[in-house]
């Protein structure tokens, strides 16, 4: 299921959350502790909760089982520690872009299901963004607007890629 729409988008993701995270590393631990309208999303569970579901994804993809729960994430040195984390899911999820495009069965909340790899694959792409924006959002709502998302859009991403 090679197609370079697909295999763009993954890239993005993965050079997309490069980017935040290490923004999110050089901010104070209480930065990563903000949150706004849902007091129990914070900064760090939102990003905690992107690098886990993308676990799920895999397992869902790959038919395993889904990898471990992860520390929580409250301070930027924890930020540091989940790069490589990220790194690898990120890579994986690339790496699965040429996976037969079959229908995965899985249970999602509580529900045995069916998707598309192809729908799981670009789901990875929609939550990582959908949860992006959260965490920029979240930032600036606590005057702190360092994530601007229109320096993680794909426009910088193909010129950072192309000087590579």
């Not at 370079?4 to 502790?33: C, F, G, T, Y």
């Not at 998707?115 to 600036?140: K, P």
């Amino acid at each position: 299921m090679t197609n370079p729409v697909v295999d763009r988008s993954l890239k993005h993701m993965a050079w997309a959350n490069s980017q935040m995270l290490h923004i999110l590393s050089e901010l104070p631990d209480e930065a990563i502790n903000f949150s706004a309208w849902n007091l129990d999303w914070t900064v760090g569970k939102i990003a905690h909760h992107i690098v886990s579901a993308q676990g799920r994804l895999i397992a869902r993809i790959t038919s395993t089982d889904a990898p471990g729960e992860l520390p929580e994430l409250t301070t930027a040195q924890g930020v540091l520690d989940l790069i490589p984390v990220f790194k690898e899911r990120d890579a994986r999820i690339l790496s699965l872009a040429s996976t037969p495009d079959e229908l995965r069965k899985f249970v999602l909340y509580g529900n045995d299901v069916e998707f598309l790899t192809s729908t799981l694959l670009v789901q990875s792409v929609h939550h990582a963004t959908e949860h992006r924006a959260q965490i920029s959002d979240i930032l600036a709502a606590n005057k702190m607007d360092v994530l601007n998302l229109d320096s993680i859009s794909l426009y910088p991403f193909e010129k950072w890629e192309r000087s590579q």
